[in-house]
Nanobody, 111 residues
Framework: VQVAESGGGLVQPGGSLRLSCTAS????????MMWYRQPPGMERELIAR???????VYADSVKGRFTISRDNDERMVYLQLDRLKPEDTAVYYC??????WGQGTQVTVSS
């Protein structure tokens, strides 16, 4: 099982980014996928989860601003980050249910 994130970067407050996650080594459509983040000096936080059929759940901290989606044919998971705030600065991780983590991608929100 492998998952790998991409798409992080530096963005100004109020801006947007789209993170991507590619997955391999398992039957993708059968597994829920999640996005976690870890701000500097803080613990990792589950922010979004999507079932194999596309049902999504969000943490209150990102609800209404972030959107998780998936393409089962392409074996991809996405996280659209809108209306970004400085407190969204963190390393963002894509995770397959069962504890398989990507290496993370840095998102920095700063003017």
């Amino acid at each position: 099982v492998q998952v790998a994130e991409s798409g992080g970067g530096l963005v100004q407050p109020g801006g947007s980014l789209r993170l991507s996650c590619t997955a391999s080594g398992f039957t993708f459509s059968q597994y829920s996928m999640m996005w976690y983040r870890q701000p500097p000096g803080m613990e990792r936080e589950l922010i979004a989860r999507i079932s194999g059929s596309g049902e999504a759940v969000y943490a209150d901290s990102v609800k209404g601003r972030f959107t998780i989606s998936r393409d089962n044919d392409e074996r991809m998971v996405y996280l659209q980050l809108d209306r970004l705030k400085p407190e969204d600065t963190a390393v963002y991780y894509c995770v397959r249910l069962g504890g398989f983590w990507g290496q993370g991608t840095q998102v920095t929100v700063s003017s």
